[in-house]
């Protein structure tokens, strides 16, 4: 995997852009601020720069779709993984809770309260 959990947060606030981009081939509305969080992001994961001109169209496109393919695909096992460990979980914690209460009804509670077994 090429991200971490804490890349894949930042990264969420860019999905649209990313689907965008790879299904329907063109990248619009990706300002500086979002390129250089996004630079800064595929710099640390992948430990080296990309070289691109983010005044061409075109480089703009290919750089998103290049952070945005291994984004979407990491982001659903990630996704899938949190569900799978929530789902195991809460089957520990039914397990766990199925002990069976003490059968007491009014009378055997009211002679436990007087002292009057």
């Given amino acids: 995997m090429f991200y971490t959990k804490e890349q894949i947060e930042k990264l969420e606030k860019y999905r649209k852009t990313f689907e965008t981009a790879i299904h329907s081939g063109f990248a ?25 001109n983010n005044g061409c169209g075109v480089c703009v496109l290919q750089f998103i779709k290049r952070v945005g393919e291994p984004f979407l695909r990491e982001a659903e096992a990630y996704k899938k993984k949190e569900e799978r460990e929530k789902a195991e979980q809460e089957e520990e914690a039914i397990n766990t809770n199925t002990a069976e ?17």
């Fill in 101 to 117: 209460a003490p059968k007491t009804n009014k009378r055997t509670r009211k002679k436990k309260e007087d002292g009057t077994e």
């Fill in 28 to 52: 619009r509305n990706v300002g500086s601020v979002a390129l250089k969080e996004i630079e800064d992001i595929y710099d640390e994961a992948y430990g080296s720069h990309y070289q691109y």
